[in-house]
Structures are given as structure tokens and as C-alpha cells.
């Protein structure tokens, strides 16, 4: 009887982690590495923050030379 | 905009999107696990179009490879026709890499990025656009002649009838065959795939009833010759490295003008005898700079050339009557409109012989 008790809750108690997904995460959730990386990239981090990019954002050269005249 | 602005992915949206997906450092390189910028950035790719796009865009990645946007290939034919040598390492060579390639246009400078021309920069996020913007991508380049033509930026003369009806983007009209046709043309009226007017004023042939002037002219003169009034005409321009060593240029100041003169490009596809020309920049010595007789053939092409000025209007001066067209010195290229060192170049364009007024 108590092996049967047992038996019963450990079928149920699979059942239950079956029917949640959680024994078959490894297997079916679409890679999940890549997605941990955006999430701890600094590249996102930084560039979607205002104020850090208004912090480290440097003033380019100018490109144009001042020499040229007229249109293009 | 400011600098910060250029680089900021504003919305989150991108990083759940197809390409956002993708992950930065496929694209840009550099170093997603770094903190400090400089090192972040080591290896750092501004623009990825040429490595990454083709992956999953194959067909459009080909064609856009052999278009006038992505090689430039226009540039280097208006010199070949001048007799010029274009061969690597040569003089002209050189002027293509330090004063054309600024033109060359990735895929993200229509989709991602404003071009260099605006000094870079995000267009709306990090959106990868369907549809290029016609103020931050195709005027940024088309800006001098088109943009302002279309716009109505040049004074006293209105906007294309486009534009002020219908506010048409550039857009409404140059669609996909932008990406180029998978061979390699000569000039920008060599695209196969190219727009035509008729593509949506298709009745404009088969009903001339009320129209005499379209049935006396629709084969011989191009539309323009009627629709559209004066546009932008260069001159003079000479290139050139300045003190800082910087690429520079210098040309004379623009003039308003309207020509009509025979058609350079006639062709099946372009039976008209008459079109407007446009004044190019170029003149001889316009790579003087980079060594002596480069166009041992100037004379070959035209300075005058054809030109489809994007300032239509239904009512023009010259479409009001058909003598106002008719005997009016005053819209024909002829002799005495050419600067005396182009004639030879221009004789086959000039027109000689006006039409005789037809009193009506």
C-alpha cells in the first residue's frame, strides 16, 4: 500500500511538472542563449540609455572639407 | 541632430524584431561583454550592409550589388565616354574614391541610416524601414537638383504638381526597381525597370481628343518639353585636395535655366527628337587637380544632357499655346547658348532650325 501511495505521487507530481513544461524546458524553449546575451549586452544597455550615450557621445570631425563652394 | 541622437536606439521594439533578434555584435562587431566604450567598440562595424544582409536578403543583395546605388557605375562611364582612364591606380581612379564614393549607397542608408552626406545617424530608432524616408534618404543625396525641383526650393519656381496635389513622396513613384535589375547600366536613364509617366497617366495616349497638343506631340517631344518650367544647370566644377588634406570642390553658382535641345539618348525606348538638357558640372578641367589632359576625349558626350526636371506642372509657359513654343528663341538650346569652349562637344544637341509659328 505504501508503495503504491508512493507510486501514485510520484506519476502525479511528473504529471503535474510535464503539464507546467518545467521537465522539458532544456528541450523545446527556442534558444535561450541568445537571448541572455542581448539581455546582458552593453551594447543594448548603452545604447538605448539617453543619458549615458549624451555622457560618452563624442563630437566627430568635421567630414567636409571648408574649402568647397557651390553644389554638388 | 545631436550626436547622441544618431546612435540612440529609441525604441525597444527593435530588439524584439527580426532583425533585432539577431544580436548587435553579429552585425556591428565588436564587444557586447565590455563595459568601456573604446573597448567595446574595438573592431566595431559602422555600416554592415555589404557582409550581412545578403544572408537572408540573397535576391536583393545581388541586384543592389551590380545597381547605379551600389557601384557607382554611372560615375565611372561619364568618364570612360570622355576618354578617360579609370583603370586602378589611375589618376581618375583616384577622384572616384576621393570624391564619388561618398555617393555609394548601402542598403542601410536607404533603410537604416541617413547617408554620410548628412553625417550619419539613425533614422527612426534602429527600424529597419520598408519604405526609405524622402527627406532624411533620397533628398539627402538627390538634394541639389530633384529635392529642391520637387520640393519647390528654388525661388520663383513652383513644386512638381506631385507634390502640391498629391504630396507623393519619392517613393509614390521609385519603388523596388531601386534595387537595380541584376545588370550592370551605363547611366541613370539606362534602368530597365525604371518609372515612366505613363505607368499612371495611361490614357494620355489613346485619349488626345480634347488634348491638340498631345496629339501633335506625344512621339517627337518627351513630357517634360511641355510639363515642366526652369531647373538647376552647373558649371565649372573643379575637385580638388585641400590644406587639411581633405576632399573639396568648387564650381561656379548655379543658374536657372530651360533648354530644349535634340535628344543625346535616343534609343526605342526614347523615340522623342526634343527633350531638356541640363548643364553638368563637369567641364575639362575639372580633375585638373590630379594631373594634365584626363579627357583626351571631352568632346565625345555633351555638357547639355538629358534631363528629366521633377518640377512638373499641368500649365507651363511654353504648353499655352503652340506658339509660344513655336519660334520661341528663347526656350531652344542653340548656338549661341553654348560657352565657346563646349561647342564642339555639344554640336550634335544644338537646335538649328527652330518650328515655324503655326498661328494658334
Not at chain 1, 527556442?30 to 563630437?59: G, R
Not at chain 2, 545588370?183 to 497617366?201: A, F, G, Q, T
Request: charged residues 25%.
Amino acid at each position: 500500500m505504501k508503495r503504491l501511495v508512493t507510486a501514485v505521487t510520484v506519476i502525479l507530481v511528473l504529471v503535474a511538472l510535464a503539464a507546467t513544461g518545467c521537465t522539458n524546458k532544456g528541450l523545446i524553449s527556442p534558444a535561450p542563449e541568445a537571448e541572455e546575451e542581448e539581455i546582458t549586452s552593453t551594447c543594448v544597455t548603452c545604447h538605448t540609455d539617453k543619458d549615458t550615450l549624451k555622457e560618452l557621445a563624442t563630437t566627430e570631425v568635421a567630414a567636409k572639407s571648408e574649402a568647397t563652394t557651390g553644389e554638388g | 541632430m545631436e550626436v547622441w541622437e544618431k546612435v540612440f536606439v529609441k525604441d525597444a521594439k527593435f530588439l524584439q524584431s527580426t532583425h533585432g533578434k539577431v544580436g548587435c555584435v553579429i552585425c556591428h562587431g565588436g564587444d557586447s561583454q565590455e563595459e568601456d566604450k573604446e573597448l567595446a567598440h574595438v573592431g566595431l562595424v559602422i555600416d554592415p550592409s555589404d557582409g550581412d544582409c545578403n544572408t537572408c536578403h540573397k535576391d536583393v543583395a545581388q541586384t543592389h550589388d551590380l545597381s547605379l546605388h551600389g557601384t557607382l557605375s554611372g560615375f565611372e562611364s561619364a568618364l570612360e565616354a570622355r576618354g578617360g582612364d579609370v583603370s586602378e591606380g589611375s589618376p581618375l581612379d583616384t577622384v572616384l574614391e576621393n570624391h564619388c564614393q561618398e555617393c555609394h549607397t548601402s542598403c542601410g542608408q536607404c533603410h537604416v541610416s541617413r547617408p554620410d552626406e548628412l553625417e550619419g545617424g539613425l533614422v527612426s530608432g534602429h527600424k529597419f524601414r520598408a519604405t526609405p524616408s524622402t527627406q532624411y534618404n533620397c533628398v539627402a543625396c538627390h538634394g541639389a537638383r530633384v529635392g529642391a525641383e520637387y520640393l519647390g526650393e528654388n525661388e520663383g519656381i513652383p513644386a512638381d504638381v506631385h507634390w502640391t496635389q498629391e504630396t507623393m513622396l519619392c517613393t509614390a513613384c521609385h519603388s523596388q526597381e531601386l534595387h537595380g535589375s541584376g545588370e550592370l547600366i551605363e547611366s541613370r536613364y539606362h534602368n530597365p525597370d525604371m518609372v515612366k509617366c505613363e505607368d499612371c497617366h495611361e490614357d494620355v495616349w489613346t485619349n488626345t481628343a480634347d488634348n491638340p497638343q498631345h496629339e501633335q506631340h506625344l512621339s517627337d517631344l518627351s513630357c517634360q518639353v511641355c510639363h515642366s518650367v526652369a531647373y538647376k544647370n552647373c558649371y565649372g566644377c573643379h575637385v580638388a585636395i585641400d590644406e587639411e588634406g581633405m576632399p573639396c570642390r568648387t564650381s561656379e553658382p548655379s543658374v536657372m535655366q530651360f533648354e530644349i535641345g535634340y535628344n543625346p539618348l535616343r534609343s526605342s525606348e526614347r523615340p522623342f527628337k526634343y527633350v531638356v538638357l541640363r548643364h553638368v558640372p563637369t567641364c575639362a578641367g575639372t580633375c585638373d587637380y590630379y594631373g594634365d589632359a584626363l579627357f583626351p576625349n571631352f568632346n565625345a558626350v555633351s555638357t547639355w544632357k538629358y534631363a528629366t526636371p521633377h518640377n512638373i506642372q499641368l500649365s507651363t509657359p511654353q504648353n499655352e499655346s503652340c506658339d509660344a513654343c513655336h519660334g520661341n528663341l528663347e526656350l531652344f538650346l542653340t548656338e549661341e547658348d553654348i560657352r565657346p569652349e563646349e561647342k564642339a562637344a555639344n554640336k550634335d544637341v544644338v537646335v538649328d532650325e527652330l518650328p515655324e509659328t503655326v498661328g494658334k
